[in-house]
């Protein structure tokens, strides 16, 4: 099962918006509704952002977003914070389960 | 409060073995999904393996790296989930993330690290 793709890196400004993309294939986040995002800082225990597409955990700031069409999943974060700065992986089901890549977010 | 506390983890050789513990509590652990997620130094999270509930059938599915070298297990009346690993390589040296769930993970162990090196 091949990784889902997501850019290497991506950068914004205080106050501005950014979107992360992770795109699959028809077997995976085409194929179901069960794509999650996680935030990690250096040294620290993934955090669960998003599931099931566009679902928000209780206690998961409303600035971040998700969504999905065909076989790209996207993650938006609006009004960008300085605490934003993390990795962030996409992954979706697939009979198993396979993360991206991960997406460096650099807050400028 | 979801509690996931994991144990195990090291120094181990090539060709050895090492078995990881996760001590579950704070939510129904005999209808729970638990999962193992590794990362690799500097590296992206990838996922290892899973046990279903018994009442889902208790069947484990492995990722393609570790099949037949990795065995999950689970003791449903100890609320705890393990990771033998056998034949360790080099390559699966990662921190082992122990979780609750299936296709989404809202709950974490602290993680174990596991070094395989000679």
């Known amino acids: 099962q091949s990784a889902l793709t997501q850019p290497a890196s991506v950068s914004g400004s205080p106050g501005q918006s950014i979107t992360i993309t992770c795109t699959g294939t028809?077997?995976?986040?085409?194929?179901?509704?069960?794509v999650s995002w996680y935030q990690q800082h250096p040294g620290k225990v993934p955090k669960l952002m998003i599931y099931?597409?566009?679902n928000r955990p209780s206690g998961v700031s409303n600035r971040f977003s998700g969504s999905k069409s065909g076989n790209t999943a996207s993650l938006t974060i609006s009004g960008l914070q300085a605490e934003d700065e993390a990795d962030y992986y996409c992954?979706?089901?697939?009979?198993?389960?396979?993360f991206g890549g991960g997406t460096k977010l650099t807050v400028l | 409060e979801v509690q996931l506390v994991q144990s195990g983890g090291g120094l181990v050789e090539p060709g050895g073995s090492l078995r990881l513990s996760c001590a579950a509590s704070?939510?129904?652990?005999?209808?729970?999904?638990m999962t193992w997620v590794r990362q690799a130094p500097g590296k992206g999270l990838e996922w290892v393996g899973r046990?279903?509930?018994?009442?889902?059938?208790?069947?484990?599915d492995y990722a393609a790296p570790v099949k037949g070298r990795f065995s999950i297990s689970r003791d449903d009346s100890q609320n705890r989930v393990y990771l033998q690993m056998n034949s360790l390589k080099t390559e699966d040296t990662a921190v082992y993330y122990c979780?609750?769930?299936?296709?989404?993970?809202?709950?974490w162990g602290q993680g174990a690290l596991v070094t395989v090196s000679s």
């Open positions: 704070g939510f129904n652990f005999n209808n729970a999904w």
């Open positions: 028809n077997s995976d986040i085409g194929g179901y509704n069960y």
């Open positions: 099931d597409v566009t």
């Open positions: 979780n609750a769930g299936g296709h989404w993970f809202d709950s």
């Open positions: 046990i279903k509930s018994k009442p889902d059938g208790g069947t484990e």
């Open positions: 992954s979706s089901y697939t009979n198993n389960v396979v």
